[in-house]
Every structure is written in C-alpha cells, then in structure tokens.
C-alpha cells in the first residue's frame, strides 16, 4: 500500500515537469482528479497526543471539482496517508477530507500557467495501530497553478497553510494533480467579419447647359436658345410681340407702269422683310399725279401697284397670297402738281408692310 501511493504522489509531482503545450480553459466544467503531496508538519513537533506528533508524510487524494465560471470554483477533496509518530515510530492511518473554494483570474497567464488562490475546510480522522484516534478539524489557505496539456487535462500544482483549529498548530503541504474535464463551455465563437467592399464614390459630373443658358440640358426644353436671351424656368427664351411696319416708295414716269430697274434693290430690302417674317402681309398702294381724269387715274394707280406685285412674285419668290393691291388714283398727294418736281413725287407705289412677330428678350449687355 505504502508503495503504491508513494508511486501516485511521485507521478503527480512531477507531472508539470512533463507537461506538453498548454491549452485554452474553459469557461466553466467540471473535474474528477488525482492529487499527490507532501506534508510538512514540523509545526506540531511535541504536541501533547500521539497522534498529534507526527512526522513528514506523503498523501494521496481524489478530487472532484466544479468551475461555474473563468473566476471561481468549487473543491471537494477525500485523501489518505499513512505517517508515522514522531517520538515512537508508530504506525497511523490518515483520512482527511476537505471542501474549498478557488478564485482564478479570468485571463492573467504566466507562460500558460493560471494562478489560483484558495480558502477552505479540512476535517482529519487519525487511528494509531495500537488503539487510540483523534479528529481534527482545520483552516486551510492554498495557492498554485494550473494548466491545460490536453482538450480534456488539467494540470496543477501549489501549496497549502492547514491550521489545526483546537492546538492552533500549521502544517505545510506541496501538491501536484492531474484532473480530466467534462461538461466543458467555452465562448462562444465570434461572427465571422465580412468584409464589406466600399460602394465607389460616384464621379460627379457638373450638369452640361449645352446653350449656355443658365437651365441645365435635362431641364431645358428649348436646347438651341439663341445666346445672351432671356429665358423662362424650362430654358425657353421670353418673347416679344411687336407690330411691322415697312413703307417702300417707287416713282413711274408720266402716264407709265413700268418699274424702272433703280429700285429693285430697294424691293429686294422689302422682300427680305416678308421673308424674315413669314407671317406678314403688304398692301401696296398706287399713286398718280394730278394730270388726266380722275378715273383714268384711278386705273392708271391700280396698275402700277399690280406692276410692284408683278416684281415681288417674280424677282424675289413672294407668294401672291401675302401681297394685296390698291389704286388710291390722284387723291394723296405728297407734294403740288403745279411744278415738274412735285407731280414726278406723286407718281408712286407706296408698300405698306403689317403684321405681329416675337422678337426674343435679350439680357442686358448682350
């Protein structure tokens, strides 16, 4: 018996020395251990019972234990050892069970090592081979280390401080133990990160004002808006209506209707109107002197305002429609029949252009 648990408590103690590379702890489990140690009780050197005088011994316990979370367990712990008396080498058998609590901090490592302090209760029943026993009942403060050698081992090693609560007498103990976890919980694993591409910054294009403007193409709904006008919200350019009025005056000689070529340019400038204003009309009227009856002069009008008309149509391309005549004979004189001079300015066509257009709005300065 002896030999095997001295076996046991050599293998707990130097297991840390064989340990492999550490593992992570779980956040909670629970435990079934061995445990090995050695007991130091030259504090109760000449107390007053036998069994109270033992010496250094080796024990061998089990442990059970129970991590509720990474700061603090739970120890429940039943041991046996077989030490003699100091004073006269009798033979005792040990059996002590013990109950404690442990606080670990939750992530301060030492090389992979977890440190851990304690506090607990010890109750000791003590039997000496030739009759005789005693119960003691103990304090016991306790630190150490731990670690993790495999998914499901945990290795540990420390020291306890047991005091001896009716002599008051303390006993050091060294121990090392070997514990396999069950019901292990461990965090839970963290989302995975998805990297989310940024969206490229759209390129912003300032809006195109093709005419210049001032409305933004998408808005314009008159794109070709001439430059410098003035325009509505939509871009399209603010009109004027005004009135035209053209007056052109072509002389005939005495008693003729032929127009003389000197003043085709003169109607060309009054076909350019027509034409710049396509919805316009002319009313060309005939004049005569005061030389011949008064009927006769009134034909006489009425055929040079048709010879005009003749020259508009057929020189210049203005459509008949837009051009109406009149005799007005000799009743409007503009200057005396009594001289040459004065029946030669009466002797005249005069056009007289009418009609509405829109002339575009343009901004100051344009």
Known sequence: ???????????????????????????????????????????????????????????????????????????????????????????????????GARLHPGKFRLGGWRPFGGAGYSYT????????????????????????VAPRFMIETGVRARTELEEGYVDGQYFAGIHY?????????PKPVVAVQPKPEPVVRPPMDTDGDGVIDDLDKCPDTPMGALVDSDGCPKELTKDIKETLY????????????????????????????????ILLEGHTDSTGSA????????????????????????????ISTTGMGESQPIASNATVEGRAQNRR?????????????????S
């Open 125 to 148: 029943d003590i039997d000496v081979d030739q009759g005789g026993g005693k119960t003691e009942d103990a304090i016991y403060l306790e630190g150490g280390f731990q670690r993790m």
């Open 250 to 281: 072509v002389e005939f000689d005495l008693d003729k209707t032929e127009v003389k070529p000197q003043f085709y340019p003169e109607i060309g400038e009054l076909a350019k109107v027509l034409k710049q204003y396509p919805t316009s009309t």
């Open 349 to 365: 066509v005069e056009a007289i252009v009418s009609g509405e257009y829109s002339e575009i709005i343009k901004n100051k300065g």
């Open 1 to 99: 018996m002896r030999k095997t648990l001295s076996t046991a408590i050599t293998a707990a103690l130097f297991m840390p020395l064989i340990a492999g590379a550490s593992q992570s702890f779980p956040i909670s489990y629970s435990s079934v251990g061995v445990e090995g140690s050695y007991v130091d009780s030259g504090n109760s050197d000449n107390k007053g019972s036998v069994q109270d005088n033992l010496s250094n011994y080796f024990e061998g316990g089990l442990n059970v234990t129970h991590q509720f979370n990474p700061t603090f367990s739970v120890l429940l712990q039943g041991s046996y050892a077989e030490p003699e008396t100091r004073t006269q080498n009798l033979d005792t058998e040990l059996f002590r069970g013990s109950l």
């Open 295 to 322: 009927s006769y002069n009134q034909q006489l009008s009425k055929s040079r305002a048709d010879a005009v008309m003749k020259v508009l149509i057929d020189r210049f391309s203005i459509p008949s429609t837009r």
């Open 181 to 189: 976890l069950f019901g292990r919980e461990f965090p839970a694993a």
